[in-house]
């Protein structure tokens, strides 16, 4: 896959004879799962032939089969960004995690540092930082986490590429 894509879904077991599987998504957008759209995967494009998200079972084109689908179990899914832009309803105030990784974060004047990922623990998005070589030199932690959430974040310039943040320098110096 190229640096581009991003794990969506990975298969599960065949559920049933007629070439039902089980899925599981790795996705905050499962509305991108729709009949007829075809995804890359580990073992090459899959279109979605049907779909059931109460049950979590998919089935696609070509795999109609409980001997043919047992070839895809735990199939990785990806989407690239164009896809993922396309098939994705925003909400304001939402981005994606490919827009935000690569953001500087500032506390006021600031800059703290870069966003070189985003970590799910529980139910809360954590920015991981690579603190700015000032802050380093000033012997603070060379990374440091931020969670995600209004009390931290104060706005997000997905054009400019800058997190605006508060408190989060209070986070760096007791890391």
Known sequence: ???????????????????????????DFPEQF??????????????VADINFT??????????????AKK?????IYANIEQTKENCDLKEGQ?????????????????LGIIEDIQRMGDTDYLLLKTDDILVKAELPKTFLIPYIDRYVINV??????VYVKDAKDILEAS
């Open 55 to 68: 049950r979590g079972i998919i089935k696609f084109r070509g795999y109609e089969s409980i001997d043919s």
């Open 34 to 47: 729709k009949v007829g759209n075809t995804y890359r995967s580990s073992r090459g494009d899959l279109t």
């Open 157 to 162: 310039d997905i054009e400019e590429k800058v």
């Open 72 to 76: 895809l179990t735990n199939t990785k």
């Open 95 to 111: 981005h994606f995690w490919f827009d935000v990784i690569g953001c500087s974060v500032k506390q006021d004047d600031e800059v």
């Open 1 to 27: 896959m190229s640096h581009d894509d991003a794990l969506i879904a990975q298969i599960g077991r065949t559920i049933g004879l007629w070439g039902d599987l089980k899925f599981h998504i790795h996705t």
